[in-house]
Nanobody, 115 residues
Framework: QVQLVESGGGLVQAGGSLRLSCAAS????????MGWYRQAPGKQRELVAR???????NYADSVKGRFTISRDNAKNTVYLQMNSLKPEDTAVYYC?????????WGRGTQVTVSS
C-alpha cells in the first residue's frame, strides 16, 4: 500500500502564491512520475505538472512560467510552487504517483483564488 499526504492548499488573492506538498509513504519502489492534477467544478481533471525520477518536468501550458514542480527523492515528496495565481487556477489539486507497480492518487487539496 502507498499513501499520499497532501498539504498546502488554501485561499489566496489573485497574484498571490501557494506551495503544495505531497509525501508518499508505504511500499514504494522505483517511482517514475510524481505530479499534480487539478479538477475545477464542472470540468475534467487535468494535468498541471509532473516530474520524472530524473527531475525532468513538464507543465500544462496554462501554468508555464508561473508554477514550478520539484521533488525530493530521498523523502519521496513532490512540491508545487504556485506563483501569480489567477482565479481560473481555483480547483481541487490532486497528487499522483506512478511507479512500476502502482498508480496512486491523493485525496486532494482545495486551492481557491479570489479576484
Amino acid at each position: 500500500q502507498v499513501q499520499l499526504v497532501e498539504s498546502g492548499g488554501g485561499l489566496v488573492q489573485a497574484g498571490g502564491s501557494l506551495r503544495l506538498s505531497c509525501a508518499a509513504s508505504g511500499s514504494i519502489f522505483s517511482i517514475n512520475f510524481m505530479g499534480w492534477y487539478r479538477q475545477a467544478p464542472g470540468k475534467q481533471r487535468e494535468l498541471v505538472a509532473r516530474i520524472t525520477s530524473g527531475g525532468s518536468p513538464n507543465y500544462a501550458d496554462s501554468v508555464k512560467g508561473r508554477f514550478t514542480i520539484s521533488r525530493d527523492n530521498a523523502k519521496n515528496t513532490v512540491y508545487l510552487q504556485m506563483n501569480s495565481l489567477k482565479p481560473e487556477d481555483t480547483a481541487v489539486y490532486y497528487c499522483n504517483v506512478v511507479s512500476n507497480l502502482v498508480n496512486v492518487w491523493g485525496r486532494g487539496t482545495q486551492v481557491t483564488v479570489s479576484s
